[in-house]
């Protein structure tokens, strides 16, 4: 029976952590969201981090590895993709308060992003951090009649996607050769000797 497993890093995963230890001023952990998602409910004030996954591109071509594990022969197919996920840092403007944090937050993740820091926290999780893109300011009219401020900037990583499979395989195969002559003499034809 065959089986297959995804064994492609956790990016998602990956980037919950790392907003949430590199975002400030800081966040609470329950305020971070990963984007598109159903039935969820954002905080009341407006300070929240949603972070989306927007595209993937697959850099070169599959590679394919075989191994030998317990008894089973598995294949590895591989090949390195480079995902572009945005985060959307918004913050308070009510009773007095600026917004300016979300500013704050977007900068000093994009500052992490372009450190030896943000780069060892994402390889230490098997992903590789490439760049960020400059955080730009994206506030919008929300419900309330009123200004949401949100700074948002695009985060490029690179990881190695990989898939493991199962490979039906023989190990031997019984033949019975023979040679045709001689178990299939020719059979002569009458015809032919007449001529």
């Known amino acids: 029976m065959t089986e297959t497993v995804n064994l492609t890093p956790n990016f998602r995963a990956a980037l919950y952590e790392f907003i949430a230890q590199f975002a400030a001023p800081v966040i609470d952990k329950s305020a971070i969201f990963y984007g598109n998602q159903n039935n969820i409910a954002l905080p009341e004030n407006n ?8 595209s993937s591109v697959r850099h070169g071509t599959n590679s394919e590895r075989w191994e030998k594990t317990d008894g089973n022969d598995y294949l590895y197919l591989s090949n390195t993709i480079e995902v572009i996920v945005q985060i959307d840092c918004y913050a308070v403007t009510t009773n007095g308060n600026d917004g300016i944090n979300a500013m704050l937050r977007a900068q000093a993740l994009e500052t992490v992003a372009r450190s030896t820091a943000g780069v060892q926290f994402f390889n230490d999780r098997g992903i590789s951090l490439l760049y960020a893109d400059d955080p730009r300011d994206a506030t ?4 309330s009649d009123s200004y949401v401020r949100r700074s948002t900037l695009t985060i490029h990583l690179s990881f190695e996607s990989q898939v493991r ?12 050769l023979k040679n045709v002559d001689v178990s299939y003499p020719p059979v002569e034809d009458d015809n032919a000797n007449k001529k």
Do not use: A, P, Q, R
């Open 47 to 54: 300070d929240y981090i949603i972070f989306s996954y927007l």
């Open 165 to 176: 499979t199962s490979v039906d395989y023989f190990y031997n195969v019984k033949l019975d």
């Open 140 to 143: 919008f009219v929300g419900d």
